[in-house]
């Protein structure tokens, strides 16, 4: 079965860091590109990132350009999300989602995580 | 990166067909057939209905289609059940290895 468990959320200050993990299973993990979407508290959904499943290339939108680095260990079939200089805005319920492609390019992302929540606040 | 428009909420008795709309810009929608659309019930993990405009993944009810003219971008659910009742949103491939999803539309089955 295909299946996405996400990890790592938790309560931090503003200006804290965290480290969010994705572990795959039920699919060859390499021959996808992964991504996160986050859905802050009554808000919509928001594209974060994404990894290329080809070589590695990491893509930003721009609200988290700098902070938020994604990263994968393709031999532990596991996705990373390091987020740093955190801030109220981030606050979010963070999904795991893979790609229909290998590559960035889709448009469309075909299995999704449970999600897990960071919260932001002093 | 702004979101794509999509109206906040439609409604509908069963059996009836609704249209979401989701507009863009020539920056996304306009510029690739590449919209998806996922329907996501509170509690759950978003489930993708359409992908490349008008397709649909296996399992997915063809209750589901999808199609863009311009701009924007429309799923229609026809036959409406009860279980169809969610928020749906759209996304967009946006250029540069960028995604951009819809402010999102909740359905309410009447």
């Known amino acids: 079965e295909v299946e996405l468990v996400e990890s790592g959320g938790g309560l931090v200050q503003p200006g804290g860091s965290l480290r969010l993990s994705c572990a795959a299973s039920?699919?060859?993990?390499?021959?996808?590109?992964m991504g996160w979407v986050r859905q802050a508290p009554g808000k919509g959904l928001e594209w974060v990132s994404a990894i290329s499943g080809r070589d590695g290339s990491t893509y930003y939108a721009n609200s988290v350009k700098g902070r938020f680095t994604i990263s994968r260990d393709n031999s532990k079939n596991t996705l990373f999300l390091q987020m740093n200089s955190l801030m109220a805005e981030d606050t979010a319920l963070y999904y795991c989602?893979?790609?229909?492609?290998?590559?960035?390019?889709?448009?469309?992302?075909?299995?999704w995580g449970k999600g897990t929540t960071v919260t932001v606040s002093s | 990166q702004s979101a794509l428009t999509q109206p906040v909420s439609v409604s509908g008795s069963p059996g009836q067909s609704i249209t979401i709309s989701c507009t863009g810009s020539?920056?996304?929608?306009?510029?690739?057939?590449?919209v998806s659309w996922y329907q996501h019930h509170p509690g759950k993990a978003p489930k993708l209905m359409i992908y490349?405009?008008?397709k649909r993944p296996s399992g997915v009810s063809n209750r589901f289609s999808g199609s863009r003219s311009g701009n924007t971008a429309s799923l229609t659910v026809s036959g409406l059940q009860a279980e169809d009742e969610a928020d749906y949103y759209c996304c967009s491939y946006a250029g540069s290895h960028t995604y951009v999803f819809g402010t999102g539309t909740k359905v309410t089955v009447l």
């Open positions: 039920g699919f060859i993990f390499s021959s996808y590109a």
């Open positions: 989602a893979r790609d229909i492609g290998r590559e960035v390019d889709t448009g469309a992302m075909g299995v």
């Open positions: 490349e405009g008008t």
């Open positions: 020539s920056r996304d929608v306009g510029s690739y057939n590449l």
